[in-house]
C-alpha cells in the first residue's frame, strides 16, 4: 500500500476508523484546496498591487464581499448537499445519493447563469451604493464585469470541494484546485507583466482560472469513473433540495455574513483613514483569507465522515472524530497566530512597499487581527459539524451569531471608543463570543446526538 499522504493509494473510506494519521490524510486535500483557492485573490491583489498600481489594488478589494455573495451560493449547495448525501451513503442507499447529487449540480447551474446575468446589469449601482465614486468605482465595475462571466463555473467549482470528499476522491479535488490556481498565476503573470492589460487582466485571468476549477470535475463526474458520485438522469426533488438548503444555510449565512462585514469594514475605514485604510485592510484580509481557509477546508473535508457515521449511528466514531477534530483546529490555531506574529511585515511586504505609509498601518493591524486566529476555528468547525449532523438551524446560530452579529455589532461600537484601532478589534471580540456560543451548543446537544 502506497506512502501518498493525500490519499491517493491509502483508499481510505468514510466507513474507516479515523486516528489522527488517517484523518488528517483525508482532510489534507479538502485543506489545500481551500488554501489554493485562497490564493486566487491573493494572487491577483499580488500582481495588481505590484504591477498596476495602489488604487486598482484598493477597487479590487471593495468589490470582492458582494461578489463573495454570490459564488458562495456554491457553498451552500457543497456543504448542504454533503450532509445530507454522505447520510445517504450511510444508509445505504447510494442510487438515492446519485440522485441528490446529479439535481443540485443541475440547480446550481442554472442558478450560476441567471445571477451572473443580474450581477453585470446590476454591479455598478452595488459599488455605488457601498460608496465608491470616480475611479474606485470605475476600476471595481470593470474587474467584476469580467468575473461575473464565469460566476456558474466558480460556484461548481465551490460546490465539487465538498463532493470530492463525500465521493471518497479528495485528493482529486485538489488536483483540479492546483490546475486552476496555477492557470490563474501564469495567466496573471502574462496578462499583466507580459502584456500589460492591467486589472482586466486580473479579472481575466481569475475568470479562465474558474472556468478549469468548475468544468474539469464537470467532465469528471459526468462520465463513468471509480468514485461513489456519478451525474445521472434525476428529478427536482423538493424535499431533498429543502433539506441541502436547511443544511447548508449557516455556511451560506456565515458567507453572505462575511461579506456585510466586509463591505461594513470598508465603509468604516473610509471614514477613519480613507483609501489608505481600504487598501490597508485588503492585505491585511488576504493574509486571513489564507489562514481561515485552513478551518474551512478542515471542516469540510471532515463533514462527510461525521454525515456517514451520523446515517449509520456509529456513535463511537463521532466522539472519536470530533475530540480528534478539536484537538487537531487548537494545534492550527496556534500555528497560525505564531505565524502572523511572526512573518507580519514580510508577508504585508508582499503587497506594499515598505516605504508606503498605509505598510505600517497594515502590519500593526494584522499583529492585532492574529489574536484572532486562536479562536475562530472553534467556532467555524462547530458549525460545519453540526452542518454535518444534519442539523443547520444550530450551524447557522453559530455562523450567523458570529459575523451577522457579534462582527457587525464590534465594527460599528468600537470603533466609537477606539476610534481606528476599535476596527482591528472587532474581530477579536466578534470570536470570543462565538466560541462561548459554540461550547454551549456543543454541551446541550450531546445527548442528543451522543458526540460526547
Known amino acids: 500500500m502506497g506512502e501518498n499522504f493525500f490519499g491517493r493509494d491509502l483508499m481510505i473510506k468514510l466507513s474507516d476508523r479515523f486516528n489522527y494519521q488517517k484523518l488528517l490524510q483525508f482532510t489534507a486535500p479538502s485543506i489545500g484546496t481551500m488554501a489554493v483557492m485562497s490564493v486566487y485573490g491573493v494572487v491577483d491583489g499580488f500582481f495588481v498591487s505590484n504591477f498596476v498600481g495602489t488604487l486598482q489594488f484598493a477597487s479590487l478589494s471593495f468589490l470582492f464581499p458582494p461578489y463573495m455573495l454570490l459564488i458562495f451560493i456554491g457553498t451552500l449547495f457543497g456543504t448542504g448537499g454533503s450532509a445530507l448525501i454522505g447520510k445517504t451513503l450511510g444508509e445505504g442507499k447510494r442510487t438515492k445519493a446519485n440522485e441528490i447529487f446529479s439535481m443540485l449540480i443541475y440547480v446550481s447551474i442554472f442558478i450560476g447563469v441567471v445571477f451572473g446575468i443580474f450581477g453585470i446589469i446590476y454591479v455598478r449601482d452595488v459599488a455605488q451604493f457601498l460608496g465608491a465614486k470616480g475611479e474606485l468605482l470605475e476600476y471595481g465595475v470593470s474587474y467584476a464585469n469580467i468575473l461575473l462571466l464565469a460566476l456558474p463555473f466558480v460556484i461548481l467549482q465551490m460546490q465539487f470541494d465538498s463532493y470530492f ?151 463511537s466514531e463521532l466522539q472519536n472524530l470530533l475530540k480528534k477534530s478539536l484537538t487537531l483546529i487548537a494545534i492550527f490555531a496556534v500555528i497560525m497566530f505564531t505565524c502572523a506574529e511572526t512573518f507580519a511585515r514580510p508577508l504585508i511586504d508582499i503587497f506594499l512597499e515598505t516605504k508606503e505609509n498605509i505598510f505600517e498601518m497594515a502590519v500593526h493591524g494584522f499583529r492585532i487581527l492574529a489574536f484572532a486566529y486562536l479562536l475562530m476555528g472553534f467556532s467555524m468547525f462547530t458549525s460545519g459539524f453540526f452542518t454535518a449532523l444534519n442539523n443547520g438551524k444550530l450551524s447557522a446560530v453559530i455562523s450567523g451569531m458570529r459575523t451577522l452579529v457579534f462582527e457587525t455589532s464590534a465594527v460599528l461600537i468600537l470603533p466609537l471608543i477606539f476610534g481606528l484601532e476599535g476596527i482591528w478589534l472587532s474581530m477579536i471580540g466578534a470570536e470570543i463570543m462565538a466560541v462561548s456560543v459554540s461550547i454551549f451548543l456543543l454541551k446541550a446537544n450531546a445527548k442528543r446526538y451522543k458526540y460526547f
Open 165 to 315: 470528499s463525500t465521493a471518497e476522491k479528495p485528493q482529486l479535488g485538489f488536483y483540479v484546485t492546483i490546475a486552476a490556481g496555477l492557470t490563474n498565476v501564469v495567466l496573471d503573470a502574462l496578462f499583466i507583466v507580459g502584456f500589460g492589460f492591467g486589472l482586466q487582466g486580473a479579472a481575466a485571468a481569475t475568470a479562465i482560472s474558474e472556468f478549469i476549477g468548475g468544468a474539469l470535475p464537470l467532465i469528471y463526474f459526468g462520465r463513468k469513473n471509480s468514485s461513489l458520485l456519478r451525474l445521472t438522469k434525476t428529478y427536482l426533488d423538493l424535499p431533498a433540495l429543502f433539506q441541502t438548503c436547511t443544511n447548508g444555510v449557516s455556511e451560506l449565512l456565515s458567507s453572505v455574513s462575511m461579506s456585510v462585514v466586509g463591505m461594513l469594514y470598508n465603509w468604516q475605514l473610509l471614514r477613519y483613514a480613507g483609501e489608505d485604510g481600504v487598501a490597508a485592510f485588503a492585505v491585511m484580509m488576504y493574509a486571513t483569507m489564507l489562514f481561515e481557509s485552513i478551518f474551512i477546508g478542515y471542516s469540510m473535508g471532515v463533514a462527510p465522515v461525521v454525515a456517514y457515521h451520523y446515517g449509520a449511528k456509529n456513535y
